[in-house]
């Protein structure tokens, strides 16, 4: 079953150096379980091909259903070298969104 | 001991909205008026400012708030605490006299927290052995050491609360990390012991919550945005904290905004790296433990945090001049928008190319398709695009190949591609990139000095 991520989780994001912080929150427990099972550092590495250049890091926060990552090496340099658009990684959070989880 | 206190978090950023600190303390009753206003960069901008005139380099919007909020603040003996002070912590609390005196108020005090800026210092630091190393690459300061703009630790709660022990109503900052604004005066109130690591985490996750103003209160809420009630209004976020540890998270009735489980748990992950060292000058606070409850009425209780104990180190934040910047938009109308955008980025390109222009980064970004989600971005139907707007960008260390660049951006628009428009308001300038500089200093180095500032 494909779950859309943007269907059990919201999040917020932002700069950490060059690398983006992307916490991903689920809005019940059993939003939480999946996400824990699915979100993958893998599957996070490749849905940010091309974005993310660096290694990504997972963390778990389960008093607030959470899941927060770093994604290094990803904001061209970082705040105020990078030339990016995004250079403070604002919008990482809904690009994350984009994700559909492959749910058994 | 007070049974309660309530701190009021008034801006999240230099730049933040006028209206919230003048708010927190008018819309409600609270004890303390906390505002951040130093990102990494700020530091630097402020020394600019310094060196152009040495009474300047601190937040200049605090005086102008001063002026609107000292009496009222006086007569409800709210305190304030900023480290707004920047890199002219002196000059910020003096510039606050000033406002009071035309106030005609007195019997009040404003301390200054000083010894966060080393960068006259940086040589001798360096000769005791200190190697300010780059920690996040390992690289050496000595190769920047000439560019450095600005060079400070970020200090803890403990100056702030020896400034409250002193009497103060005012507190004036420079490099203080955002959390101890917060946990200063539930250090000062509920004499907490300062190797009391599980309250010193609850005041620092406290911090956290209020550090970035109104995004802990529906601002920047991306589960039901929609749902925030009377976002124009919106109220800041207020911690309500008891002695034994226990805060709750609110916001003044009258304000809108909205303080939920939600809206408070997007905030506790912003900007975080490992949650179980979340470190800083007072503690390593562990994210994990944080619980919240939400108790409706737009208040979330924070309890059951638990950490460990400080580092021997500062962190020192140094920036430094690496180079110009320049950065220029076009916009291109349908039809075949993104088309057009494309090759006017490859003419500008060539033509660069042609002037052998020395650049370390160029990069273009299609505003409207791919700026924010860059390779997941949607491919779209270029008939069904109204308009794109191309920015390009170089940054590099020749001047004279960014200035050219701004140059040529105009030209495009009679010899390129057509149906643009958009170039308004001159050639782009160069603009000095200020890089950041991350290092660790061992904290006994660090003397920190309160002065009492009266009228």
């Given at each position: 079953?494909?779950?859309?991520?943007?269907?059990?989780?919201?999040?917020?994001?932002?700069?950490?150096?060059?690398?983006g912080?992307?916490?991903?929150?689920?809005?019940?427990?059993?939003?939480?379980?999946?996400?824990?099972?699915?979100?993958?550092?893998e599957?996070?590495?490749?849905?940010?091909?091309?974005?993310?250049?660096?290694?990504?890091?997972?963390?778990?926060?389960?008093?607030?259903?959470?899941?927060?990552?770093?994604?290094?090496?990803?904001?061209?340099?970082?705040?105020?070298?990078?030339?990016?658009?995004?250079?403070?990684?604002?919008?990482?959070?809904?690009?994350?969104?984009?994700?559909e989880?492959?749910?058994? | 001991?007070?049974?309660?206190?309530?701190?009021?978090?008034?801006q999240?950023?230099?730049?933040?909205?006028?209206?919230?600190?003048?708010?927190?303390?008018?819309?409600?009753?609270?004890?303390?008026?906390?505002?951040?206003?130093?990102?990494?960069?700020?530091?630097?901008?402020?020394?600019?400012?310094?060196?152009?005139?040495?009474?300047?380099?601190?937040?200049?919007?605090?005086?102008?708030?001063?002026?609107?909020?000292?009496?009222?603040?006086?007569?409800?003996?709210?305190?304030?605490?900023?480290?707004?002070?920047?890199?002219n912590?002196?000059?910020?609390?003096?510039?606050?006299?000033?406002?009071?005196?035309?106030?005609?108020?007195?019997?009040?005090?404003?301390?200054?927290?000083?010894?966060?800026?080393?960068?006259?210092?940086?040589?001798?630091?360096?000769?005791?052995?200190?190697?300010?190393?780059?920690?996040?690459?390992?690289?050496?300061?000595?190769?920047?050491?000439?560019?450095?703009?600005?060079?400070?630790?970020?200090?803890?709660?403990?100056?702030?609360?020896?400034?409250?022990?002193?009497?103060?109503?005012?507190?004036?900052?420079?490099?203080?990390?955002?959390?101890?604004?917060?946990?200063?005066?539930?250090v000062?109130?509920?004499?907490?012991?300062?190797?009391?690591?599980?309250?010193?985490?609850?005041?620092?996750?406290?911090?956290?919550?209020?550090?970035?103003?109104?995004?802990?209160?529906?601002?920047?809420?991306?589960?039901?945005?929609?749902?925030?009630?009377?976002?124009?209004?919106?109220?800041?976020?207020?911690?309500?904290?008891?002695?034994?540890?226990?805060?709750?998270?609110?916001?003044?009735?009258?304000?809108?905004?909205?303080?939920?489980?939600?809206?408070?748990?997007?905030?506790?992950?912003?900007?975080?790296?490992?949650?179980?060292?979340?470190?800083?000058?007072?503690?390593?606070?562990?994210?994990?433990?944080?619980?919240?409850?939400?108790?409706?009425?737009?208040?979330?209780?924070?309890?059951?945090?638990?950490?460990?104990?400080?580092?021997?180190?500062?962190?020192?934040?140094?920036?430094?001049?690496?180079?110009?910047s320049?950065?220029?938009?076009?916009?291109?109308s349908?039809?075949?928008?993104?088309?057009?955008?494309?090759?006017a980025?490859?003419?500008?390109?060539?033509?660069?190319?042609?002037?052998?222009?020395?650049?370390?980064?160029?990069?273009?970004?299609?505003?409207?398709?791919?700026?924010?989600?860059?390779?997941?971005?949607?491919?779209?139907?270029?008939?069904?695009?109204?308009?794109?707007?191309?920015?390009?960008?170089?940054r590099?260390?020749?001047?004279?190949?960014?200035?050219?660049?701004?140059?040529?951006?105009a030209?495009?628009?009679?010899?390129?591609?057509?149906?643009?428009?958009?170039?308004?308001g001159?050639?782009?300038?160069?603009?000095?990139?200020?890089?950041?500089?991350?290092?660790?200093?061992?904290?006994?180095?660090?003397?920190?000095?309160?002065?009492?500032?009266e009228?």
């Amino acid at each position: 079953m494909k779950v859309k991520l943007i269907d059990i989780a919201h999040g917020r994001s932002g700069d950490k150096g060059d690398a983006g912080n992307v916490g991903v929150l689920a809005y019940d427990d059993k939003g939480y379980e999946i996400i824990k099972k699915y979100l993958t550092e893998e599957k996070v590495k490749e849905h940010f091909k091309g974005i993310c250049l660096g290694k990504v890091e997972r963390f778990e926060l389960p008093n607030i259903r959470a899941l927060n990552f770093l994604l290094h090496n990803t904001l061209g340099g970082g705040g105020t070298v990078s030339l990016k658009h995004d250079a403070q990684g604002k919008t990482l959070a809904t690009a994350m969104l984009r994700m559909e989880l492959d749910v058994e | 001991m007070k049974e309660k206190i309530r701190i009021a978090s008034g801006q999240g950023f230099w730049g933040d909205l006028i209206d919230a600190p003048y708010n927190q303390v008018m819309e409600g009753d609270i004890d303390y008026l906390v505002m951040d206003y130093l990102a990494e960069v700020t530091m630097s901008i402020l020394q600019k400012q310094k060196n152009k005139n040495s009474e300047f380099g601190y937040a200049r919007d605090i005086p102008a708030l001063m002026k609107r909020i000292l009496p009222t603040c006086k007569e409800k003996g709210i305190k304030v605490i900023t480290n707004g002070g920047g890199v002219n912590p002196i000059g910020c609390a003096k510039a606050i006299i000033d406002v009071a005196k035309d106030l005609n108020i007195t019997g009040l005090k404003v301390a200054v927290v000083v010894g966060d800026d080393i960068k006259e210092r940086l040589d001798d630091l360096i000769s005791i052995g200190e190697e300010l190393n780059n920690m996040e690459t390992g690289e050496s300061i000595i190769p920047v050491k000439e560019n450095l703009l600005s060079a400070n630790v970020y200090l803890g709660a403990f100056p702030i609360v020896e400034a409250l022990q002193k009497g103060a109503d005012i507190v004036i900052t420079g490099r203080t990390t955002d959390t101890g604004l917060t946990l200063a005066p539930m250090v000062y109130e509920f004499g907490w012991a300062s190797d009391n690591y599980d309250l010193m985490s609850t005041g620092t996750v406290a911090g956290h919550i209020l550090e970035c103003g109104g995004q802990a209160s529906g601002g920047n809420f991306l589960g039901d945005w929609q749902s925030v009630p009377d976002m124009a209004n919106i109220g800041f976020p207020i911690a309500e904290a008891y002695p034994n540890g226990d805060v709750i998270i609110t916001k003044h009735e009258s304000l809108g905004g909205l303080v939920s489980f939600e809206t408070v748990a997007e905030q506790l992950v912003y900007e975080i790296g490992d949650p179980k060292k979340y470190i800083t000058p007072d503690c390593i606070a562990d994210f994990t433990s944080i619980k919240l409850e939400d108790l409706g009425n737009n208040r979330v209780k924070v309890y059951g945090v638990t950490g460990e104990k400080e580092t021997d180190t500062y962190k020192v934040s140094c920036s430094y001049a690496d180079g110009y910047s320049a950065s220029a938009t076009l916009t291109y109308s349908w039809p075949q928008a993104i088309t057009k955008a494309k090759a006017a980025d490859q003419i500008l390109r060539k033509r660069m190319e042609k002037l052998n222009l020395q650049f370390d980064e160029f990069n273009t970004e299609y505003l409207g398709y791919n700026s924010c989600h860059g390779p997941l971005s949607k491919e779209l139907d270029e008939d069904d695009i109204n308009e794109i707007v191309l920015k390009v960008s170089v940054r590099g260390s020749d001047l004279k190949s960014v200035n050219r660049f701004g140059k040529e951006i105009a030209p495009l628009i009679l010899t390129g591609p057509p149906g643009v428009t958009g170039f308004a308001g001159g050639r782009p300038k160069p603009s000095e990139v200020v890089a950041y500089w991350p290092a660790l200093l061992k904290k006994d180095v660090i003397k920190t000095e309160v002065k009492i500032l009266e009228i």
